[in-house]
């Protein structure tokens, strides 16, 4: 059962990178940042050459063709954000670079607030581990946010370009 669980982690991990680096990066991002389970944070500036791909249960990051790629294993990863670079886009004026977000409670029952200290606004879409967008909506800042309709289970949950596990009891 545990190792039922371990896998549906790691799919949903793949599916919401996945997600994540289809927009992110033809926006023109140019750094990566990895919080890990312990909250450390990595960050990876990667050059016009570098790529990102998963390899076995792994995030791999090659900066650029002369460094040695490097390995995370998803089980690891906690969060993952991509920082700008000087490239103007529309989505500039709706998500501020500097943005500390959190959610709580996290496992929640019914719902889930969010402390953020930018945006009045907060863009939210939650995607289950199949990929499905389960909501998409903009909430105010100070807004609860109701999950009690969802199943059971770890969800993906994207907030003004960052993302976050969710459990769902």
Do not use: H
């Amino acid at each position: 059962m545990k190792g039922i669980k371990k896998l549906k982690l790691i799919r949903l991990v793949i599916v919401s990178l996945f997600l994540l680096l289809k927009v992110e990066f033809a926006i023109g991002q140019t750094e990566l940042k990895v919080v890990l389970l312990d909250n450390t944070e990595q960050a990876y500036s990667i050059d016009s050459t570098g790529k990102l791909w998963f390899n076995s249960n792994n995030l791999t990051i090659n900066i650029n063709d002369t460094i040695a790629p490097i390995n995370i294993p998803l089980t690891e990863i906690r969060k993952i954000t991509f920082v700008k670079s000087s490239v103007t886009t529309g989505i500039s004026d709706v998500v501020k670079q500097n943005e500390s977000i959190s959610i709580f409670p996290n496992p929640t029952n019914s719902y889930f607030e969010v402390k953020t200290t930018g945006s009045k606004k907060l863009y939210i879409q939650i995607y289950n581990t199949s990929g499905s967008q389960v909501l998409s909506d903009v909430y105010d800042n100070s807004s609860k946010i109701d999950v009690s309709y969802l199943s059971a289970g770890i969800y993906t949950v994207i907030i003004n370009n960052q993302t976050f596990k969710l459990i769902k009891q």
